[in-house]
């Protein structure tokens, strides 16, 4: 019987009334990764690097390029780097992690729907929805709490719930309250554009990271030799691509939200 | 393994997918649970703040520094270059000066010292002509003078020759004897 990875992660043993589940196990793996790395590039750093730190400064200045392009200046870019660099580099890492061998198949016999399965200890943290909506929630929420912070709390607010211009119109009358009533309606689709854009993101990760779990399950289930390799090989382009789309599109939604509105153009 | 069995896989998966939608909602059967949810965001979290703290910031820091000061040195090198041709072009013509002046001095000197030389030679020459005139005008004076005194004398030897002859009666040896005292006064 081909055991296809269900929707939900599985638990793999309780703490309290806390499930660990297997994607839990991963993202904490992911967790310890980075905790090493930043423990051997806290030390002292060279000005002439060399080793680990070389590569990391490589990682960085190749990721401070893109987010250069996007934000067009050096200090925001600064500022946004750690977000995002953080979501590319996590998201990378965890989608890689779920291709080494052992995950999905090393496991722990439970009973699972009255059966005795074998529940994997190691699933690709991404393939959990908690994960992806959690990093989404992340992303969406400092977009709005740096745009906030940007622009100053009644001008963000302003984007969405467009009470000050309808109050400017209404000084000038005519076509002017007509314009801003229609934007004033506008801003009220944008609230929800913002909730749609936290359930974009995580399910756009979440499916494409499960989806591949499920398709070299399938393949393996198959042909065990060689055949799963080109799928693999696409596991890899895929667990880079969502990396760079989940990354590339907070750091759009950070430099949107920071970025100051045009309202002389209403006037 | 056949594509049967996959199918039958598939679709037992869809059917367990779909059971807990009775009780939990679309949320559940996205295997959403507030307590993971925070846990994760806790793990995500985490990661942030390593990768703020410990990556980025001190290798931001880093890589500003060096940076600037790459940017400080190839401006240092440059000024240094301009500072240097500036230094080797004031050196080009203080060597130009110098050596024009060098010349310059040279040929005032040879100039001078042969201006000095010709007028030592001349004023030698010039020195040396009226030494020679004036010894000539001496010479000539003097031999006037003792060809003047040799004619008194002569005149006077005569004279007392004539004297002598008129006194004593001359005779031949007397005027061979005259002669030669005459000759012997002469002298």
Redesign the interface.
Known sequence: ????P????EPIFQIG???V?NT?IN??V??LI??V???L??KK?A?I?RGF?NV??GI??FMLGYVDRVTGERKKS?KF???V???F??ILISNWMGLIPGTGSIGRWLLV?GEQELVPIFRP?NS????T???A??AVVTSHILGIAAIGFFKYANKFIKLGDLYRSLRKGGINIMIASFEFGVGIIEVFSEIAKMVSLSLRL?GNIFAGEVLLT?IA??VAYLVPLPFMFLELLVGFIQAIVFSMLTLVYLTMATAELPTEAHH | MDLQSIILAVTETAQEAVEPLKDGGVLGTLGINWKLFIAQLINFGIVLFIFWKWVVNPLGRTLTERQEKIEKGLKYSEAMEEEKKKFDDWKQQEMKKTRSEADNIMRTASDAANKIKQETISSAQSQANQLLKQAKTNIESEKVQMLREAKEELATLVVAASEKVLKSKLDSSKDKELVADSLRNIK
């Open positions: 019987m081909l055991a296809l269900p929707l939900v992660a009334s806390f499930p589940t839990y993202s904490l992911a967790v980075f905790l790395a930043g423990f590039l806290r750093q000005m690097p730190q990391a400064e960085l200045e600064l780097l750690p977000i660099g953080g979501l580099l996590f729907h943290a959990d929805l908690n994960m909506l959690a990093m929630v992340f979440f399938v289930g198959l």
